[in-house]
């Protein structure tokens, strides 16, 4: 199963940054960022079968990405300037966090 959490631009199309989870047949936390290479955090044992917080920070010229308040991977974004909306699953498991 694949779950994609990130952040889209306001037009809800084209997603921006976003964590992709594959339980399938790689499980790893896999890091989105357009224009540079996705990367992975495996083996993904201590992130299944469990409650996980998942954090994006887009900051400047860089995306961060935290797992449990833990900074995963900092990668270069020359991030558009405006709003950008969070998505999240229809259905699932996964709730929203404050």
């Given at each position: 199963m694949q779950t994609k959490v990130g952040l889209?631009?306001?037009?809800?199309?084209?997603?921006?940054?976003f964590f992709d989870l594959d339980t399938d047949d790689v499980a790893c936390p896999w890091m989105n960022v357009p224009g540079s290479p996705v990367r992975n955090r495996c083996p993904s044992g201590s992130y299944l079968n469990r409650?996980?917080?998942l954090r994006i920070k887009v900051q400047g010229n860089q995306v961060e990405f935290f797992a449990d308040d833990a900074l995963l991977e900092t990668i270069p974004y020359p991030s558009p300037e405006g709003a950008y909306r969070g998505c999240l699953p229809a259905a699932g498991s996964i709730q929203a966090g404050r």
């Open positions: 889209f631009g306001t037009s809800g199309i084209t997603p921006l940054v409650s996980l917080k």
